[in-house]
């Protein structure tokens, strides 16, 4: 459980930074560059993302819930959804014309989808905390960055794009889910 909680704890942290403390980040970027300054910040990432596997991993599950009988059904149009989103956010979209923060909305349509299908402990702390994380930044982002501004219209060309982007992100977590989290989506 530990493991898994140091890795919540170190997602959370180090992306509250640009909202929270945004003089400590000004300030390390000063002292270390730009670059210094992401490279750091993206292994840390990786490092608490790699924390959350084998802490979630090594938790033997307790039930704490029943989830709904139509959840597992839902949950993988979620994360299809939730993947589609994630390309969004990484490419020109008219989904960010509609969803500002389409990334992080992924992330809380991933995690409710997680939810919906998982009802154990460790289920419930990893994508519980991801998705009240998620809703915070959300709520922070906004608060730091003021009023919305709309990208303008991009071509169904581009749309298409992304949503096929999405389709294969998704089929690929798919197929790798059980080798990266120890648990097959596709019931049988």
Do not use: C
Request: hydrophobic share 55%.
């Amino acid at each position: 459980m530990l493991l898994l909680i140091i890795g919540l704890v170190m997602w959370g942290g180090l992306h509250f930074i640009p909202s929270l403390a945004i003089s400590f980040r000004t300030q390390l970027i000063s002292k270390w560059g730009e670059k210094k300054y992401r490279n750091i910040f993206s292994i840390l990432v990786v490092t608490s993302i790699i924390l959350m596997i084998l802490g979630w991993r090594l938790i033997d599950p307790v039930s704490i819930y029943n989830p709904p009988e139509w959840g597992g059904s839902v949950t993988g149009l979620f994360i299809l959804i939730a993947f589609i989103l994630f390309s969004a956010a990484h490419s020109e979209s008219n989904i960010k014309r509609f969803i500002r923060h389409p990334q992080l909305i992924g992330l809380i349509i991933w995690s409710v989808g997680h939810l919906l299908s998982n009802g154990d402990n460790r289920s419930l702390i990893l994508f519980g905390v991801l998705g009240v994380w998620a809703i915070l930044e959300v709520i922070l982002i906004n608060n730091r960055e003021g009023d919305w501004v709309k990208p303008d219209s991009v071509s169904a060309k581009s749309e298409l794009l992304v949503t096929i982007k999405g389709i294969v992100i998704f089929a690929i977590f798919l197929f790798a889910h059980p080798y990266l989290f120890g648990v097959s989506p596709i019931v049988s």
